[in-house]
């Protein structure tokens, strides 16, 4: 079956810097690829869609020059958290789907994201 | 905008019974739904999908109902095991975008 692959699984960093996590779908070709971030004991929460090679569509209150994605290829999507704090620290989830196909959905496994 | 919401937020069972899981959304536009496991510091795992042509779908010990008319779906759980402890969300599809529920806590008893 289709397996999204999600790097790291988990980071810890310092105030200020930034932070990239890639997600990576393994054996398709992935139009579209979703990013979330969960709370603890939260749903899921929607941040950014991306299609490849063009630029993201960011949710509301989700800041864009903060969370910068990039999906420039048809199985490769990353987010850069940018000078990350305290309050960014979460759980990052990406999912891909391909269009047209059963409208298939896979998640990866999620990054721990700690800012100290 | 979507909301979807659960019934019960924890769902506490014993192993060996069957459970439960229900699941209401609001937007009347969802063509297909996806009920999702989700173990602590994982992804979510996909369990089950059903379109909106059906109103029923099974799988191997999970089977899910859906009803179009008062916009609910519900998850059954055959048989619950303690590896079917987790979280489920079910998430509405409309349009190329999923919303996920708030999650239903499955807590298998031994």
């Known amino acids: 079956g289709a397996v999204v692959s999600q790097h790291p699984s988990r980071v810890i960093c310092k105030s200020g810097t930034s932070v990239k996590i890639e997600c990576r779908s393994l054996d398709f070709q992935a139009t579209t690829m979703f990013w979330y971030r969960q709370f603890p004991k939260k749903s899921l929460m929607l941040m950014a869609t991306s299609n490849e090679g063009s630029k993201a569509t960011y949710e509301q209150g989700v800041e864009k020059d903060k969370f910068l994605i990039n999906h420039a290829s048809l199985t490769l999507s990353t987010l850069t958290v940018t000078s990350a704090h305290p309050e960014d620290s979460s759980f990052y989830i990406c999912?891909?789907?391909?269009?047209?196909?059963?409208?298939?959905?896979?998640f990866g496994s999620g990054t721990r994201l700690t800012v100290v | 905008g979507e909301s979807v919401g659960l019934h019960l937020p924890t769902l506490s069972v014993q192993e060996g019974d069957n459970s439960i899981i229900n699941c209401a959304y609001s937007n009347s536009a969802s063509d297909y739904f996806i009920w999702y496991k989700q173990e602590s510091g994982k992804g979510p795992q996909f369990i089950i999908d059903i379109r909106s042509n059906m109103d029923k779908r099974q799988g191997q010990r999970v089977t899910v109902l859906l009803n179009k008319t008062v916009k609910h779906l519900s998850l059954q759980i055959a048989a619950t095991q303690p590896g079917d402890s987790a979280v489920y969300f079910c998430a509405p599809n409309a349009g190329n975008m999923l919303t996920f529920g708030g999650g239903t806590r499955l807590m298998v008893k031994p």
């Open positions: 999912s891909a789907s391909t269009l047209g196909s059963n409208y298939g959905y896979t």
